[in-house]
C-alpha cells in the first residue's frame, strides 16, 4: 500500500458529462500529481501542484482542471467529457517536488469509462 | 522533444531465465533517470533512481545501469513474482515532470 488513496476506482459516465476525481496524498507528502494512462499515449503527465500552489503543468486538456485544497487532498475536474477520455488516471504525492531523486507514490488508479 | 523508448514490448521468460530490458532515451539536461514496476490494477511503484552514467543500482534479482542513451534493468534468475509491467521515466533540468516510456511487460513462466 502506498499510502496514496483514490477516489473512485470506477467511473462509469456519458459523453459530455463532468466527473471529480480525489486524491489523498501520503501523510505528510506536499506535492500531489495527476497521470493519464492509456494503452496507446502510456502514461502522461498532466498536473502537479505543491502544497495548494500549481507548480508545473504538462498537455493538460483544457476541458480538465485541478486543485489542491488546504489538507492536501486534490481533486481533477474532467468536463464535456468525450469517448477518448476513457483512461486510468493515477495520482502521486511526494514529500517536496522540487528534489530531483524525490520518488512518487501512485495511488490505485480511478479508471474511467466514457460510453 | 524528449523521448523515452522501451524495448522490447512484451518478454516471456522461464523461471530462471535471466533477460534484460532496454530503455532508449533523448532528453537534453537530464537530471535522473527512474524505474518503475507496476503490477494489474495498481500504480507504479518506484525501483530505481539512476543519475549519471555508469552508475549501477541493485535490489533482489534486479539491476539497473545508465549509460549516456540508455539503461538496461537486468534481471537474473527471475520467479513468477517478477512479472509486471517495467517502466522507465526520465526528468530533466528543474522540472518535475516525468516522461515515462510505454513500458515493458515481463511474464515468467514456472
Known amino acids: 500500500d502506498s499510502g496514496v488513496t483514490q477516489t473512485p476506482k470506477h467511473l462509469i459516465t456519458a459523453t459530455g458529462q463532468r466527473v471529480t476525481l480525489r486524491c489523498s496524498p501520503r501523510s505528510g507528502d506536499l506535492s500531489v500529481y495527476w497521470y493519464q494512462q492509456s494503452l496507446d499515449q502510456g502514461l502522461q503527465f498532466l498536473i502537479h501542484y505543491y502544497n495548494g500552489e500549481e507548480r508545473a503543468k504538462g498537455n493538460i486538456l483544457e476541458r480538465f482542471s485541478a486543485q489542491q485544497f488546504p489538507d492536501l487532498h486534490s481533486e481533477l475536474n474532467l468536463s464535456s467529457l468525450e469517448l477518448g477520455d476513457s483512461a486510468l488516471y493515477f495520482c502521486?504525492?511526494?514529500?517536496?517536488?522540487?528534489?530531483?531523486?524525490?520518488?512518487?507514490?501512485f495511488g490505485s488508479g480511478t479508471q474511467l469509462s466514457v460510453l | 522533444e524528449d523521448q523515452v523508448t522501451q524495448s522490447p514490448e512484451a518478454l516471456r521468460l522461464q523461471e530462471g531465465e535471466s533477460s534484460s530490458l532496454n530503455c532508449s532515451y533523448t532528453v537534453s539536461g537530464l537530471r535522473g533517470l527512474f524505474w518503475y514496476r507496476q503490477d494489474p490494477g495498481k500504480g507504479p511503484e518506484f525501483l530505481f533512481t539512476?543519475?549519471?552514467a555508469g552508475e549501477e543500482k541493485e535490489k533482489e534479482r534486479l539491476k539497473a545501469t545508465l549509460t549516456k542513451k540508455e539503461s538496461f534493468l537486468h534481471i537474473t534468475a527471475p520467479k513468477p513474482e517478477d512479472s509486471a509491467t517495467y517502466l522507465c521515466a526520465v526528468r530533466k533540468g528543474a522540472n518535475s515532470k516525468l516522461t515515462f516510456g510505454k513500458g515493458i511487460t515481463l511474464s515468467v513462466r514456472p
Open positions: 502521486a504525492s511526494s514529500v517536496t517536488g522540487g528534489a530531483t531523486n524525490e520518488k512518487l507514490f
Open positions: 539512476l543519475y549519471s
